[in-house]
């Protein structure tokens, strides 16, 4: 998500092969916590500083809204549309998992004062975390206006305001363009500051692929199906050597969504399993 929706998110409040471009759920060679209905932290897990070791995973085997000692649903509004003149209003109900898939659906519906809802469900204070290497194997929503966004937000963004705080997104889509992906980091320097890169992927919401994000004390990386297409080199003027925690959302309209959003809009970002390494 562009950040200015993060300043105001919560004030009412990689080199693994992973099998792709299938909608069947596939599940590659990992160790796996044995509570895979509700995994988050592997125990015994010891990191080797290699992203090598799955230190937290969701699989999303609980049916109904994803584990809640994993995830917590942001509802409402926010300030002016989270930040980025966004329609929707944030529902836990709209996040639901059903036979190993989690779906974030984003519907035309009456909702108080707004003409859609969605979901987002964020790690906060559940998990949160400083290096290491992300995985999510997701497909996008179809419908133009939607924005799907796999992002991370600085865990200190209360008393560090964006972009202070600083921002990863994994991954997002813009409303008007379903062919393309990009990744973005957002952190300050003079205000906000940005670096971004686009990836062509044309079957981003017909099949499911691996977006994946590596970050040590010097990089920050960017894969789609294992391909690397993002690098940004950190120093220490930036807020990455701090925790972060991760978010899982689908705006409608705003700023990257766009003006033209479907008529009748139901569409969801379908989301197999969330992994991290260390």
């Known amino acids: 998500m562009l950040q200015l929706s993060k300043t105001f998110l919560f004030s009412t409040l990689i080199c693994f092969a992973i099998s792709c471009g299938s909608d069947d759920k596939q599940t590659p060679n990992v160790q796996l916590p044995t509570d895979t209905h509700c995994p988050g932290t592997v125990a015994d897990a010891t990191p080797t500083g290699n992203n090598d070791v799955l230190i937290w995973a969701d699989e999303f085997d609980t049916n109904g809204f994803p584990c809640s000692r994993n995830w917590t649903a942001e509802e409402g509004t926010g300030e002016w549309g989270w930040g980025n003149g966004e329609k929707q209003f944030y529902l836990r109900g709209n996040a639901n998992a059903e036979n190993g898939i989690l779906s974030i659906t984003a519907r035309e519906e009456q909702f108080q004062d707004s003409e859609y809802t969605s979901a987002r469900i964020i790690t906060k204070n559940k998990f949160d975390f400083t290096h290491g290497r992300v995985e999510v194997r997701a497909k996008l929503p179809a419908a133009k206006g939607t924005w799907p966004a796999i992002w991370m937000l600085g865990s200190d963004y209360l008393t560090n305001t964006w972009p202070r705080c600083g921002e990863i997104d994994i991954m997002e889509q813009k409303g008007w363009d379903k062919n393309t992906v990009l990744g973005t980091t957002h952190w300050y ?32 990386k960017m894969f789609v199906d294992d391909q690397h297409y993002y690098t940004i080199t950190l120093n220490d003027t930036m807020p990455f050597d701090n925790d972060f925690f991760i978010i899982l959302n689908v705006a409608v309209g705003g700023t990257l969504g766009g003006t033209n959003i479907e008529a009748g809009l139901e569409s969801s970002m379908e989301v197999d399993y969330v992994r991290v390494y260390q």
């Not at 940005?194 to 990089?219: C, D, G, I």
Request: no cysteine; net charge neutral.
């Open 189 to 220: 320097a003079n205000g906000n500051a940005s670096y971004s890169r686009n990836k062509n992927l044309p079957t981003s919401t017909t099949e499911f692929h691996v977006y994946a994000m590596e970050w040590t004390t010097t990089q920050i």
